[in-house]
């Protein structure tokens, strides 16, 4: 098995590869065990090129585990360990734009420092008192999605708006000469597709239910009541109607997206991810401009109760059309930019789905309003003010430190891989009370 097999499986060996070439910083006031978890939490998962500053003049408060940071990670790591460490004065210092950072974590400083240039790597602000911390991201530039990770799709059927292969394909199936055997082996994708192309036009997932039940189960076919493709044509019949949704989709690119992806262009792109995502969505619009409205098609089929025969004959028509839709969406992309091939693959594969071009950038809307109280009670924490509330009293508790480490490596690997949607944009943690805990808008 290999070593970073569980976590290939959520962000795939694309992520992990991702992960693997970051190049990290990270700026902190001391050597806490806050810093020493994030540092150990990022080069477990494969991680290894890290810039570390630390303020000249701040102490070392983690006397638990590690004598030497650097022999205390490598182990962690079958790569070398890079590691560089800078004693700078914090006051004073302008984070370099030499290095291109994949993301700065800022760990318990009051005050977020300043980067050379107009743009700069997604920020992490973080801090742990007692047994309460914070977490905050904070962005120059929009951070475009390649797959949000969803937990479920809606599949692109296009039943409603079929392309001729699909059309040929459902019409040399003659349902009327077929048996009840025969009938219940179809995919419920011919049955919805029958059904819409009977006199009778449904153009909601409800009417298309009421005359499949008059065409198919009271016409055609009396005994389909217990047929499983039956239950799923019922069950799935909005899958049959995919136009409105595609036009909604285009709809935003084309209002919202697109315009501001092209004043961002104009500055550039920071991370060059960003820099493909953009140039694909732009792509997309001419693509779908000029295939009526249409994306790329995923050739995702849903599991349908069917023969394997009918099933795969199915199947094979879309990857057809997929195929086809993906050579001709590469032509569109412009030959000053050269974007790996699985790149393009995975965002031809994730159009369909509307976080793909959600940009999160520093001010999506006004400050939140109802950000908690704690979160003000920890930003005095860090500036050194005393603070009257139990949950502080405590200086230190590693499990919380612990906890807000996960936090900011999360956060992390979502940055990295463009892929999972981030805190929108500051998450308050309270062991104590867990009423204070919550997300808000900075």
């Not at 959520?10 to 693997?20: E, S, T």
């Not at 790569?79 to 700065?104: C, D, G, K, Q």
């Not at 000029?290 to 990857?319: C, I, Q, W």
């Not at 091939?341 to 520093?362: A, M, Q, S, W």
């Amino acid at each position: 098995m290999d070593r970073y097999d569980r976590q290939v499986r959520l962000w795939g060996n694309a992520g992990q590869d991702l992960v693997r070439r970051s190049h990290l910083c990270v700026v902190s006031r001391g050597e806490t065990p806050l810093l020493q978890e994030i540092l150990k939490n990022y080069v477990l998962l494969g991680g290894s090129r890290i810039t570390l500053y630390l303020d000249a003049e701040g102490g070392r408060s983690n006397h638990l585990l590690y004598g030497d940071l650097r022999e205390a990670l490598a182990p962690l790591n079958p790569e070398p360990l890079e590691l560089t460490t800078h004693r700078v004065n914090l006051n004073s210092f302008v984070i370099p734009n030499s290095e291109r950072y994949s993301a700065i974590v800022q760990v318990g400083l009051p005050v977020g420092l300043r980067h050379e240039g107009d743009l700069s790597p997604p920020v992490i602000h973080c801090f742990a008192r007692g047994l309460c911390g914070y977490v905050h991201l904070q962005l120059s530039e929009p951070h475009l999605l390649l797959d949000p990770r969803n937990e479920y799709t809606i599949p692109s059927l296009r039943l409603d708006n079929p392309w001729g292969e699909l059309s040929q394909y459902m019409d040399s199936i003659h349902v009327e000469q077929m048996d009840d055997v025969q009938l219940s082996q179809l995919p419920f994708a011919v049955l919805l597709y029958k059904t819409l192309n009977t006199r009778r036009a449904a153009t909601t997932a409800a009417q298309l239910k009421t005359v499949l039940a008059e065409t198919y189960l009271h016409g055609l076919n009396p005994r389909a009541q217990s047929d499983l493709n039956y239950a799923e044509a019922v069950r799935f019949a909005h899958l049959a109607f995919t136009k409105n949704r595609q036009d909604g989709l285009l709809n935003r690119l084309t209002r919202d997206v697109c315009p501001l992806l092209e004043q961002e262009n104009k500055l550039g792109f920071q991370d060059t991810m960003n820099q493909y995502i953009a140039t694909l969505l732009s792509t997309l619009k001419r693509y779908a401009d000029m295939h009526n409205g249409h994306f790329p098609l995923d050739a995702t089929l849903p599991d349908m109760e069917s023969t394997t025969h009918n099933y795969n004959a199915l199947k094979r028509v879309y990857e057809a059309k997929a195929a086809k839709d993906l050579a001709d969406f590469k032509k569109l992309i412009p030959g000053d930019i050269e974007i790996p091939e699985h790149v393009i693959d995975e965002f031809c594969r994730n159009t369909k789905t509307t976080e793909l071009f959600e940009p999160l950038g520093v001010c999506r809307g006004p400050p939140d309003s109802s950000a908690p109280p704690l979160l003000d009670a920890l930003k005095r924490c860090q500036e050194g003010k005393t603070v009257d509330l139990p949950q502080l009293n405590v200086t230190f508790s590693y499990p919380t430190e612990t906890y807000i480490a996960g936090l900011v490596t999360q956060e992390l690997v979502k940055l990295i891989t463009h892929q999972f949607v981030p805190i929108d944009n500051c998450f308050v943690y309270d062991a104590l009370d867990p009423q204070n805990m919550a997300t808000c808008r900075l």
